[in-house]
């Protein structure tokens, strides 16, 4: 398989998973795994900004809404809750560098990871499926949500939009939709924060050898892959609940733990 058509397939992987309940970063190396295919840590740092550029597309209008109607309380405390969230996230996010926690690259902790967050999904909406839908917002599902990105950030497979989802929905936003669309506004300043820390971090290396052109050709396709994924995923969690994910995520942990090593 050539380079560019590698890129391709890793642009492609990236923007499909980041903000489906089934770990970006998990399939992003299992996917590599399975090509033989060595990437720069820039690659696999950059390509996620086309993910959040199209989740940015997507949700243009309603982030316009949030910053012009700072005078409406409802908007206020919507986005006052976005910002606890991600101060959250961003506070307990430097406290793990802190302590050196990195992500593992093997393929089976990833593969155990999809598991459980597999049966944990289907355990939820087991207990979802007997409360009312509830779109509020609380603080506490707020809170939650972002000390879930945390967990996310230190095990692979776990899955970002599953667990901030997840949380919300456990914390009382009963309802699939509010539950992912806030989880999905508050992963905009968090990935762009971990991006631009992470490149921040990587400045004195520099970036000589790197493939510009599989690069470029990974991102284009992680930005419109994510939209359309994004988009879809927004209209079916209207009608739909999360088990054909969590089934996915058992099924594809098992695969891993039996056919790749």
């Known amino acids: 398989m050539s380079d560019l058509l590698q890129a391709l397939v890793l642009g492609i992987v990236e923007g499909l998973t980041e903000f489906l309940p089934v770990s970006s970063t998990g399939h992003l190396l299992i996917a590599e795994h399975l090509m033989d295919s060595s ?3 820039f690659f696999n740092i950059g390509i996620q900004s086309g993910a959040i550029l199209a989740v940015v597309l997507v949700f243009k209008d309603r982030l316009l809404g949030l910053a012009r109607g700072y005078s409406d309380p409802v908007q206020r405390d919507y986005l006052l809750k976005l910002c606890g969230a991600f101060l959250v996230t961003a506070i307990g996010g430097l406290l793990v560098k802190k302590l050196g926690f990195t992500l593992p690259e093997a393929v089976r902790p990833i593969a155990i990871a999809l598991i459980v967050g597999g049966v944990a999904i289907l355990a ?5 499926a007997s409360r009312p839908e509830v779109a509020t917002v609380t603080w506490a599902a707020a809170l939650w949500v972002g000390a879930s990105q945390i967990v996310a950030g230190v095990f692979p497979g776990t899955s970002r939009s599953a667990a901030t989802i997840f949380s919300a929905m456990l914390a009382g936003v009963t309802l699939r939709a509010a539950a992912t669309e806030f989880a999905f506004l508050v992963g905009i300043p ?3 924060a971990a991006t631009a820390f992470d ?5 004195h ?3 000589a050898g790197e493939d510009w052109p599989a690069f470029a050709v990974a991102f284009l396709a992680a930005a419109v892959v994510a939209f359309i994924s994004v988009k879809w995923l927004l209209r079916y969690v ?3 609940r999360f088990t054909v994910f969590a089934w996915y995520r058992i099924v594809a942990g098992i695969a891993l ?3 790749v090593h």
Do not use: D, P
């Open 39 to 41: 990437r720069s840590e």
């Open 124 to 128: 939820i909406e087991r207990v979802m």
């Open 190 to 192: 968090t990935m762009f």
């Open 199 to 203: 490149l921040f971090k990587m400045r």
């Open 205 to 207: 290396a520099g970036f």
């Open 238 to 240: 209207v009608g739909h």
């Open 257 to 259: 733990l039996l056919f």
